[in-house]
């Protein structure tokens, strides 16, 4: 699980993993916005999950809660 925002900066990650108290942030991609131009991502809070091979298996945009994702994520596992 990777998080990508294109406005975020490493100054700006890093000061809220510690205003949150985040002791293991995600991975974050700092591309600009490339990889999501690539998926077609069109609004912030886009959740995509890929299977094994790379192919996409879900893809919801909005705040989702901790069951929903655990129930797509264990479907591809």
């Given at each position: 699980?990777v998080?990508?925002?294109?406005?975020?900066?490493?100054?700006?990650?890093?000061?809220?993993?510690?205003?949150?108290?985040?002791?293991?942030?995600?991975?974050?991609?700092?591309?600009?916005?490339?990889?999501?131009?690539?998926?077609?991502?069109?609004?912030?809070e886009?959740?995509?999950?890929?299977?094994?091979?790379?192919?996409?298996?879900?893809?919801?945009?909005?705040?989702?809660?901790?069951?929903?994702?655990?129930?797509?994520?264990?479907?591809?596992?």
């Open positions: 699980m998080s990508m925002d294109p406005y975020e900066t490493p100054q700006s990650i890093e000061a809220f993993n510690s205003q949150a108290g985040v002791a293991e942030p995600l991975p974050t991609v700092l591309d600009g916005g490339e990889i999501a131009r690539e998926f077609g991502v069109s609004a912030l886009t959740t995509i999950i890929l299977d094994r091979n790379g192919e996409e298996v879900y893809r919801e945009t909005g705040p989702k809660d901790a069951e929903t994702l655990r129930a797509e994520l264990e479907s591809v596992l």
